[in-house]
T-cell receptor
């Protein structure tokens, strides 16, 4: 079982809608979770980190962590065409100082 | 603050040739990572440095790959000889320290094509 799993998509939403991206992880005691955005042909860009159960908001982005269910999600409100990218979920498994990445979910926001 | 710098951005070589990639991390970041990213996949760690020490190189194919970080700042990743399957994007990242709360920041990557 992979440490991090994501639905590869593609996920398409209309402009202005809420995009919901989900990620599950295998090790219940993982502590730190990150969302990266990667535009085509570019490198991953860190957009959110979350360490505690609950929600963390930053502008139009909200990360949600549920440790009991072992999932972390990213909500993008008022989606814009510029949000079209691949979103990578990453986690530090316990005892590891290395990030493990999911395969990413490709998001397309339709004008 | 300047980000992670990598060069070259693109490299095309023939199989069996050597190739080297260079990375300069964010100033003050002691931890440096080299990742490999294949199309449609997430980055996969090759090697992690804490200052000048390689503390995790378990995923580095040591028969053909080598890396160094001599003064604990810049790092070089080398492949010799390159194979067709090495075609990928090689990403360098850095973080302020070690530990599971550390955010990692990526450079622009080097896209390697082996013909």
């Amino acid at each position: 079982q992979k440490e991090v799993e994501q639905n590869s998509g593609p996920l398409s939403v209309p402009e202005g809608a809420i995009a919901s991206l989900n990620c599950t992880y295998s090790d219940r005691v993982s502590q730190s979770f990150f969302w990266y955005r990667q535009y085509s042909g570019k490198s991953p860009e860190l957009i959110m980190s979350i360490y505690s159960n609950g929600d963390k908001e930053d502008g139009r982005f909200t990360a949600q962590l549920n440790k009991a269910s072992q999932y972390v999600s990213l909500l993008i409100r008022d989606s814009q065409p510029s949000d079209s990218a691949t979103y990578l979920c990453a986690v530090y498994p316990p005892g590891a100082n290395n990030l493990f990445f999911g395969t990413g979910t490709r998001l397309t926001v339709i004008p | 603050e300047a980000g992670v710098v990598q060069s070259p951005r693109y490299k095309i070589i023939e199989k069996k040739q050597p190739v080297a990639f260079w990375c300069n991390p964010i100033s003050g970041h002691n931890t440096l990572y080299w990742y490999l990213q294949n199309l449609g996949q997430g980055p996969e760690l090759l090697i992690r440095y804490e200052n000048e020490e390689a503390v995790d190189d378990s995923q580095l194919p040591k028969d053909r790959f080598s890396a160094e970080r001599l003064k604990g700042v810049d790092s070089t990743l080398k492949i010799q000889p390159a194979e067709l399957g090495d075609s990928a994007v090689y990403l360098c990242a850095s973080s302020p320290g070690q530990g599971t709360n550390n955010e990692q920041f990526f450079g622009p990557g080097t896209r390697l094509t082996v013909l």
